[in-house]
C-alpha cells in the first residue's frame, strides 16, 4: 500500500491525545518504514472499507475509495497533531472523500444508484434501536426484511445525517469524537444526531406507509 509513496520530511509533534505506541507507529511510517505502514493499513483497513461500503452502498467502489484513503493517509501524516487518536483523523478522511465522491455522483445523476446491502445485522439492529434475540425461521426472514426497510430509510437521508447516525450508531464514536471527526462542536453534533435520528424515524415511516 505504502510503496512508491512520497512523504515530506515529518516535524515535531506534540501528542497531546495520542497513546505512546500509536505515536510511535506514526513516526516510523513517517520515517518510510515498511512494516510500520503495513501495520497501520492492517489496523484500519476493515474499519475504512466498512464505512465507506456502509456511506456509498458499493462495494466496488469502496475498494477504490479505501486506496484513496490511505494514500491520503500517508501524505497527510505531517499535518496530524495529535489531538485526537489515529482512528479518528482517519474517520474524518473517509468521511471528507466519501461526501466528495457521491457529490461526483450527483453530478452524473448516479446519486440514488446504491444500496446499503452489507449492513452487519447488529449494524441495523442499532439503526432501528430493535435487537433480534433468540430467533426462529421467521423471525430471520422479519428481520432481513426489515433490515431492507432500515437500508432504504437510510438512502433516503441526506449524506450528513447518514453520516452522523453510522459514526455514532454503528462505529460507536462518542459524541465529542464525532465532532473531531467532522469538524463539529459537541453540542452541534448532539443536535444534528437528534435530527438524523428524527429523519430517520420519518423515512422509515415513510416507507411503511409507501408499502
Request: hydrophobic residues 35%.
Amino acid at each position: 500500500m505504502a510503496e512508491g509513496l512520497s512523504v515530506k520530511p515529518f516535524r515535531a509533534i506534540t501528542w497531546t491525545d495520542v497513546a505512546g505506541r500509536e505515536a510511535a507507529l506514526i513516526q516510523r511510517c513517517a520515517a518510510h518504514d515498511e512494516d510500520a505502514c503495513a501495520e497501520l493499513v492492517s489496523e484500519h483497513q476493515r474499519m475504512v472499507y466498512q464505512l465507506s461500503l456502509n456511506l456509498l452502498g458499493d462495494h466496488n467502489e469502496a475498494l477504490d475509495l479505501s486506496q484513496e484513503v490511505f494514500l491520503r493517509v500517508f501524505r497527510m501524516l505531517p499535518r496530524f497533531r495529535g489531538q485526537s487518536t489515529l482512528r479518528t483523523w482517519i474517520y474524518r478522511i473517509v468521511v471528507n472523500q466519501c461526501r466528495n465522491r457521491q457529490r461526483w455522483w450527483r453530478r452524473r445523476r448516479r446519486d440514488r444508484s446504491f444500496g446499503l446491502e452489507d449492513l452487519t445485522p447488529a449494524d441495523e439492529a442499532r439503526l432501528s434501536t430493535r435487537e433480534a434475540d433468540g430467533e426462529g425461521p421467521y423471525e430471520r426472514i422479519e428481520r432481513s426484511e426489515r433490515a431492507g426497510r432500515v437500508q432504504d430509510a437510510l438512502l433516503r437521508l441526506s449524506f450528513d445525517h447518514r453520516a452522523i447516525l453510522l459514526l455514532r450508531e454503528v462505529e460507536g464514536l462518542s459524541c465529542e469524537e464525532v465532532g473531531r471527526t467532522l469538524g463539529l462542536p459537541e453540542g452541534t453534533v448532539k443536535s444534528r444526531l437528534s435530527r438524523a435520528r428524527e429523519a430517520l424515524r420519518r423515512s422509515l415511516l415513510d416507507g411503511e406507509g409507501a408499502r
